[in-house]
C-alpha cells in the first residue's frame, strides 16, 4: 500500500463486520461502508491508508488512474 500515496483508491467491504471488533467496525462505517458490497472512492493519505489496514481482511482495495 506504501506504492498508493498518491491519487484515489477504491474501496470495497467483501466481508461482514457481524464478527469483527467494534472498533473496526466503527472503522469501516468511518470509511463510508455500509452493507457489502459498498464501494467509497476515497484520497489515498495517511489517515485513510492507516485505516484500510486495520480493517485489510473486511475490505478489497485497488487504485484508481
Known sequence: MADVL?????IRLVR???????????TVR??????IGSVV?????GVILGMVKKVSHLVKVEKIG
Open 6 to 10: 498518491s491519487g484515489k483508491i477504491k
Open 16 to 26: 461482514s463486520t457481524i464478527g469483527a471488533l467494534p472498533k473496526q467496525r466503527a
Open 30 to 35: 468511518s470509511l463510508g461502508l455500509r452493507k
Open 41 to 45: 472512492e476515497q484520497e489515498a493519505n
